[in-house]
């Protein structure tokens, strides 16, 4: 393969690719990606799809962030530590970042939309930034800012604190990223002369008979590739390639453990593990690694942990990171839904990661795990209004979730921000002469290939119709082959590997032709090849059929038994209160004869595909057995779509069985009566009369006090009318191993009597076992109110799923 069509043109960034040529002269990398990605700004969105989101950010989401780096101290860190002004630092030690990683996208943007306005106040930031870079180089604004009461991890030493998540060198990292974003944008050194300083202390600072440290928070290893790139310094790849060689490597620095992925060396890494963001990112960078220096054996180790990824710890929404107490892998096939933690920015990370798996292979698999989390784990983590966040992207919500407009650690808005203006680069590629078509959205492209430039456009209403438009424009009549995905979706591939299968297999039929005449095709890696003399206005017309599918999930993934979920296309659905006549969607039973309608409504939820079906809704009564309580009509939305009409009860995995089903609250005294408690904790969870699996279940809800530890707390029943009572149940909840609740030290009864509370007379042990119920009887007692009192062991908090009484 000629390389002239690698060598000329791009160069990748944050995954995708601008136009290059501001660093005349920089010859190309010796090595690199065998296929590479279409520049972004070469790609033309005209959907109603991604041109809104895309425009949404340029309009709302950057002057959003921008403020909220202002009006939370992120900016001022800078003028503080440029001792422009007076003051102290404020926030977490990894607050840079933000503002780095909102110069990166605001950099973005601006290359498609020139806009003064914008370009000026990344100029003025850039003029804190450089201000506050100390004269050798080193900028991390906590250390140049002590303040009485926050000392940054690893004190005023510089470097020491990476094992205690300083983030000194992921700040870097997203420094890097950010100035060739704005070099490239803007064609201004400003801040890429401020990296290269710091990319060179750090390069003089770490490496063989130097300091020995790894970064705690990889992603610098992105931010030097690029650095590379740009400069065509080897030396910056050289440190790069450093950082991963010695992960895990007991000889260079003390290992920080598999939250860090530096537990072993990542020769021997076969697992996903620890914080979801910093392995996704590390995966990127060992691939950018790998192609940069030509070192395959770095691909081996990739192609072991994706099938790690794919085969048990990839959420049907394409989120990964289900642990929220680490932010991170959990074991192979624990993936609950509730407390699912699919960080948006691991969803991002992921699809860094996709992408570079693809441009090794040239697999559409790769492709297919993108599209997957691109519209709905990642979609999901940014509101339609540009200026909302989820932080954590959950399967199942009790209700109660919204998404607020900023959080304190503020990893996410900025890494959307930054992501959505570069989209274009993941719909195609090329490899010399032939040409991938690889996501589907109505727009144009203009394509560097090996024979020549080639526009295509593509007509359709993907997401939400299957039938695409291709038309090719070559410069000049020319033989190439357009390879043209076959989404996984409508290959009997829901996912790579055996996770997720659709209930009723279908035969999808897509259909190709191309200037009308059928073209029978074998996907090859999901890829339909077509090679031709192709000629201007050549028109493909792909079709492929879009039912609703039915998925369900392997047997060992507990939370999904008896359940499944709803796909049509790449678009995974869910159910939401809001939609359902109860307002409820985990009560409703759908058996696996229920037939879902699909109905495009262009008036809801800036136009959505929606789904319809009627629903069984189960019952409990009063004896404990189940009723079905009649057919409910409801509508299933787009995942990404939840949480924009009120705070309601959400699944992606309705039940297809009885026994999956919660069904609503028999009318039990304490379904019927007032809760309160000592703190405002969630306190309907103790009357919903759902029994966990054990006292660490957190599929179903329950209330606690963390982080309140050691304190005497109370909840409290009032009940609609005087009442006699003799008996009380309690089932503790209890999550050692990933949290700080334990099962409490001591608890006892108090009924009211006029104003007073006074102890019931207890006829046994008030136990507190864990995983079941603990009951005990006392002589009856007649009154309007009980309260449960419980003291928490001490160093623990404590909580509770339900309070029964009878
Ligand atoms: O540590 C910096 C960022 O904060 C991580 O990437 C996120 O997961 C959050 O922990
Ligand atoms: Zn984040």
Redesign the pocket.
């Known amino acids: 393969m000629k390389d002239i069509y690698r060598r000329a043109c791009t160069v990748i960034v944050c995954g995708f690719a601008i136009t290059a040529g501001a660093t005349a002269g920089n010859p190309a990398p010796k090595h690199d990606y065998p296929i590479t990605p279409v520049v972004s700004t070469a790609v033309h969105f005209s959907d109603g799809f991604w041109s809104r989101r895309i425009e949404v950010n340029r309009t709302v989401s950057i002057p959003h962030n921008i403020l909220k780096c202002e009006t939370t101290g992120r900016i001022d860190n800078f003028v503080f530590a440029a001792g422009l002004r007076e003051g102290k630092f404020r926030g977490?030690q990894?607050n840079d970042?933000d503002v780095f990683k909102v110069i990166e996208g605001a950099s973005y943007s601006l290359m498609a939309y020139p806009d003064a306005a914008l370009e000026h106040t990344l100029d003025s930031v850039i003029t804190f930034i450089a201000a506050a870079q100390e004269p050798d180089g080193y900028l991390y604004t906590p250390k140049r800012l002590i303040r009485p009461d926050y000392t940054p991890p690893g004190g005023k030493e510089r470097w020491v604190g990476e094992k205690d998540?300083s983030?000194e060198l992921?700040n870097a990292g997203h420094l890097y990223e950010a100035a060739v974003a704005h070099f490239k944008a803007t064609g201004k050194r400003t801040l890429l002369d401020v990296a290269l300083r710091n990319a060179d202390l750090i390069c003089a600072t770490f490496g063989p008979g130097k300091r020995g440290e790894v970064p705690g928070?990889q992603?610098i290893e992105l931010g030097l590739c690029k650095l590379y790139r740009v400069t065509g310094n080897e030396k910056y790849l050289t440190m790069a390639k450093y950082f991963l060689d010695h992960r895990g490597d007991s000889t260079t620095h003390e290992p920080m453990g598999t939250y860090n992925q530096d537990h072993i060396p990542l020769r021997d890494q076969n697992e996903a593990v620890g914080?979801?963001?910093?392995a996704a990112?590390m995966y990127a960078g060992i691939a950018d690694v790998a192609e940069l220096t030509g070192d395959s054996a770095y691909i081996a180790i990739l192609d072991r942990i994706w099938n790690d990824v794919v085969k048990g710890k990839l959420y049907i929404s394409g989120g990964i990171?289900s642990v929220g107490t680490y932010?991170g892998f959990g074991p192979a096939y624990a993936l609950p839904n509730r407390s699912a933690y699919c960080?948006t920015?691991?969803s991002i990370?992921l699809v860094f990661w996709c992408e570079r798996m693809f441009l090794i292979h040239g697999d559409a698999q790769y492709i297919d795990v993108l599209e997957r989390t691109l519209y709905n784990a990642l979609l999901a983590g940014i509101g339609m209004n540009g200026s909302t966040y989820f932080?954590p992207n959950p399967l199942e919500s009790f209700g109660g979730s919204e998404r607020p407009d900023w959080y304190a650690?503020a990893?996410?808005p900025p890494?959307v921000l930054r992501f959505l203006p570069g989209l274009g680069s993941y719909v195609y590629a090329h490899r010399g002469n032939e040409l991938y078509i690889n996501l589907f959205a109505a727009g144009e492209a203009s394509l560097q290939t090996g024979r020549g430039t080639v526009t295509v456009k593509q007509e359709t209403r993907y997401p939400w119709d299957g039938n695409v438009r291709i038309v090719v424009e070559p410069e000049q009549s020319a033989e190439f082959t357009v390879n043209i995905r076959i989404p996984g979706w409508a290959r009997s591939q829901t996912v790579p590997g055996d996770l997720y299968q659709a209930l009723d297999p279908m035969n999808y039929n897509v259909t190709l032709a191309v200037n009308g005449k059928s073209t029978s095709f074998a996907p090859q890696k999901g890829y339909a090849r077509i090679r031709r003399t192709w000629r201007r206005g050549d028109v493909i017309t792909l079709s492929i059929p879009m039912p609703v599918e039915r998925i369900v999930a392997h047997p060992r993934l507990d939370d999904d038994q008896g359940r499944f979920a709803l796909q049509r296309g790449p678009v995974v659905y869910c159910l939401e209160g809001v939609d359902t006549p109860d307002h409820r969607v985990m009560n409703l039973v759908f058996p696996d004869t229920t037939r879902f309608t699909a109905e495009y409504r262009s008036d809801l939820l800036n136009g959505v595909e929606v789904l319809h079906a009627n629903g069984v809704g189960t019952r409990r009564n009063l004896d404990g057995s189940i009723s079905l309580d009649g057919n409910k009509p409801v509508m299933a939305i787009p995942y990404y779509a939840w949480a924009h009409r009120g705070k309601f009860e959400m699944t992606v995995w309705p039940a297809r069985e009885t026994s999956a089903a919660r069904p609503l609250p028999a009318p039990t005294l304490a379904w019927k009566s007032k809760v309160s408690a000592s703190q405002n904790v969630q306190t309907d969870a103790l009357k919903d009369q759902f029994l966990p699996r054990s006292s660490s279940d957190q599929s179903v809800p329950y209330t606690h006090w963390w982080p309140k530890k050691g304190t005497t707390e109370w909840v409290q029943y009032d009940f609609p009318d005087t009442e006699r009572v003799s008996h009380v149940e309690v089932y503790w909840f209890d999550d050692t191993g990933t949290g700080e609740c334990r099962i409490p030290q001591s608890w006892r009864i108090l009924y009211k009597d006029g104003d007073a509370w006074k102890p019931v007379n207890t006829k046994g042990s008030m136990t507190t076992f864990a995983d079941r119920v603990n009951g005990v009887s006392f002589a009856s007692v007649t009154t309007v109110a009980l309260r449960l009192e419980l003291t928490s062991q001490s160093g623990y908090s404590t909580g509770l799923f339900e309070w029964k009484v009878e």
């Open positions: 977490y990894f970042s998540a983030h992921y928070h992603l914080h979801a963001v910093r990112y990171g932010e960080e920015c691991a990370a932080y650690c990893c996410c890494n």
